[in-house]
């Protein structure tokens, strides 16, 4: 791990000790709604993995509150602004960033009632394709410049600041595009759950970046050898899902020759993906406050989690 000298490194068995008490019942049936396409999770990994994570969240959220009624106090303010905890989950594409995204947001909702809690992607802030195209950037797609930044600077923004409804742009995998006149709306959460490859990423040629709104961040790692096989596997899913749909984007490989589409498969890997993974998201993994380590069958191996 690099720069592993700033954080403490716990196998399952290490980590599951932090939170012995399984607090939220989550159903098998749960489980399998909220998995990615190729994603496994099991109850195991809720108890061992996720308990003890969600008990970590809970000591950051509580001294986040503190921390926000002791600025208040100073500031003279009588009553305390509805300041959303923001969370960000970091992490290669087809690694299962969004099954811990919505792991997540389950187990929140049902640990505070009382609170609003909303998870979003940075997919929406994707440029459209047409945009993309006019820019000659098409083939970059994920990479840093394909985000608009500005808008998605300014989502943070008016969230952080509590501005009332603030709504983001959705993203369609079927349509591999910007969703037109179709939204995302997040509503004055309490908690907001950020999950995106770019997340973590270091500012360029900005004052601020989107991890400067983050309260806790998380990494989800795995080998790329493995990450390329789960990024197969996802598209040979879709493919076998979309031959009956003209309108999906994936139609037109799964009509098509099957060893021909996952040769163009590969090569968005190797030229694309993985490209963007050593360049730009890998670099960030340190940047995280826990990182969750995967291994065959997505399985968590081991949890680091920052010193300082």
């Known amino acids: 791990m690099q ?57 950051r959220y509580e001294d986040y509150q503190g921390d926000m009624f002791t600025l208040n106090r100073f500031l003279g303010m009588q009553r305390n602004p509805h300041t959303p905890f923001i969370i960000g989950i970091a992490g290669s594409v087809a690694v299962g960033k969004s099954t811990t995204a919505r792991l997540l947001q389950l187990l929140l909702s049902r640990a505070y009632p009382d609170k609003r809690v909303q998870q979003i992607t940075t997919d929406g802030f994707l440029y459209p394709n047409a945009e993309l195209e006019r820019r000659g950037i098409l083939d970059r797609k994920g990479f840093p410049e394909s985000y608009d930044m500005q808008l998605l600077i300014h989502f943070m923004n008016n969230v952080k600041n509590a501005s009332g409804v603030v709504r983001a742009p959705k993203y369609s995998h079927q349509i591999y595009d910007i969703v037109p006149d179709e939204y995302e709306v997040i509503d004055r959460p309490d908690i907001l759950i950020v999950e995106g490859i770019n997340v973590l990423q270091l500012p360029s040629k900005q004052p601020i970046y989107v991890s400067d709104y983050f309260d806790f961040s998380i990494y989800v790692d795995a ?86």
């Open 3 to 59: 720069s592993e000298m700033n954080f403490y490194k716990f196998d399952r068995a290490e980590w599951s000790q932090f939170h012995s008490q399984n607090f939220t019942s989550v159903t098998d049936a749960e489980l399998a709604q909220l998995r990615s396409l190729n994603d496994e999770i099991s109850l195991d990994d809720v108890k061992t993995i996720y308990s003890p994570l969600r008990h970590l969240i809970h000591i």
């Open 223 to 308: 080998d790329p050898t493995l990450i390329e096989q789960w990024y197969l596997e996802r598209f040979g899913i879709l493919l076998d899902t979309a031959f009956t749909d003209p309108s999906n984007y994936y139609y037109q490989y799964a009509i098509g020759n099957r060893k021909d589409a996952f040769d163009m498969a590969r090569k968005v890997w190797r030229d694309v993906n993985l490209k963007n993974l050593k360049e730009y998201i890998l670099p960030t993994k340190t940047r995280a406050d826990v990182i969750l380590h995967k291994t065959t069958g997505h399985k968590i191996d081991h949890v680091a989690l920052r010193k300082w």
